[in-house]
């Protein structure tokens, strides 16, 4: 899981494992 930025806006992500 981590913040990733695109287009200028933070978005959260989810890793899945």
Sequence with gaps: ???NSVG???IY???FR
């Design 8 to 10: 200028g806006i933070k």
């Design 1 to 3: 899981m981590g913040w």
């Design 13 to 15: 992500s989810y890793q």
